[in-house]
């Protein structure tokens, strides 16, 4: 199970952290992602962090900007936004990859990004 949190209403060049709590006794072992889906938009891929944190990818397009992060021991994976632009705005999903698919996602938190 994930729960994503820390979305919600900034002013652009603001920074973010989103949180992503897992449940379950893979989540030491598994690829983790986070996803976004602006308004009218298809869900898109934002970043990857493999099973101990030694290796990340990126989309190409928030590249430079967002920063993800994870630790075992609390079970959570994380997303810095910094700085944050309108074109950010959306829902935030992260996701558990298996058999090197993301299969396990979570609700997702609202990212607003306004002045």
């Known amino acids: 199970q994930l729960q994503a949190s820390g979305g919600g209403l900034v002013q652009p060049g603001d920074s973010l952290r989103l949180s992503c709590a897992a449940s379950?006794?893979?989540?030491?072992?598994?690829?983790m992602g986070w996803f976004r889906q602006a308004p009218g938009k298809e869900r898109e891929f934002v970043a990857e962090?493999?099973?101990?944190?030694?290796?990340?990818r990126y989309a190409e397009s928030p590249l430079g900007r967002f920063t993800i992060s994870r630790d075992n021991f609390k079970k959570a994976v994380y997303l810095q936004i910094n700085p944050l632009r309108p074109g950010d705005t959306g829902v935030y999903y992260c996701?558990?990859?298996?058999?090197?698919?993301?299969?396990?996602w979570g609700q997702g938190t609202q990212v607003t990004v306004s002045s």
């Open positions: 996701a558990a990859e298996e058999g090197g698919r993301f299969v396990y």
């Open positions: 379950g006794r893979t989540f030491s072992t598994s690829a």
């Open positions: 962090i493999n099973y101990n944190g030694g290796a990340t």
